[in-house]
């Protein structure tokens, strides 16, 4: 079975790989072959979902593997951390479907029209259903490889630590941010990063948590981006906004 910190390692990539199609998509070409869709929005639908699936799902094979010493059906299927793991996983791969679904629909259809009632209905499906799904989804997710793979793995030290403490922050820290302001949820964002903080919190001490990759994955990120939505959100006094 993958180790627990190589499987680390592949999750940051695929999340980082899902976040920098995001910001692509925007400013590639408008067409791919003939189609009416852009290369980067193609990999975003197609591609990232995968990636995506299959970072989470080794993570969490990892994490049970080492944690338990064995992998059975029950395990994988029947266990109440993996009904909610499978639940978290469902609910983010359909967030991600309504998102970008509705996304390539909204910026396709003439501008009257995406400001009639067909433009009020998928900018739901776009900015609120989907940003719901995918945060509930990443949220269950997130706390079950918590909860399972906190000491599971070696310590890492010196270089790797910093690595994954950079990835977390530029994945989970920004992923946070980016649903707290630029998808309008700021008390969800806030409530979901001081959950995932005390889940992870909770097993270890924070000499360990420094040092163990399932931590350091997830909650240098969670941490910083909650504290930075709860201060912003004090000073401008509500929903913060982008300054550009």
């Keep these: 079975m993958a180790p627990v910190k190589g499987s680390v390692h592949w999750l940051l990539v695929a999340i980082l790989f899902w976040e920098v199609l995001e910001l692509l998509r925007n400013s590639g070409p408008s067409t791919f072959v003939g189609r009416p869709i852009g290369l980067f929005e193609l990999l975003l639908v197609a591609l990232a979902p995968i990636l995506i699936t299959l970072g989470f799902v080794r993570l969490f094979i990892a994490v049970i593997d080492s944690g338990y010493g064995s992998l059975n059906a029950y395990m994988l299927t029947s266990n109440p951390w993996a009904w909610v793991f499978w639940t978290g996983l469902a609910l983010t791969l359909?967030?991600?479907?309504?998102?970008?679904?509705?996304?390539?629909?909204?910026?396709?259809?003439?501008?009257?029209?995406r400001h009639g009632d067909f433009g009020v209905m998928a900018q739901f499906f776009d900015e609120a259903l989907g940003h719901w799904l995918?945060?509930?989804?990443?949220?269950?997710?997130?706390?079950?490889?918590?909860?399972?793979?906190?000491?599971?793995?070696?310590?890492?030290?010196?270089?790797?630590?910093?690595l994954l403490v950079g990835g977390s922050l530029v994945t989970y820290g920004a992923g946070i941010l980016y649903i707290g302001v630029e998808g309008r949820m700021l008390g969800p964002a806030i409530v979901a990063a001081v959950g995932l903080v005390a889940v992870g919190m909770r097993r270890l001490s924070t000499w360990d948590v420094d040092q163990d990759p399932v931590s350091l994955l997830i909650l240098p990120g969670t941490a910083l981006a909650g504290l930075v939505l709860i201060v912003w959100g004090l000073i401008v006094g509500g929903q913060p906004t982008w300054p550009w």
């Design 134 to 162: 995918l945060g509930i989804g990443l949220f269950a997710m997130s706390s079950v490889i918590l909860v399972l793979g906190q000491g599971s793995a070696h310590r890492v030290f010196g270089g790797e630590q910093m």
């Design 94 to 113: 359909a967030g991600h479907g309504e998102h970008t679904g509705a996304h390539l629909l909204n910026q396709a259809v003439p501008e009257v029209v």
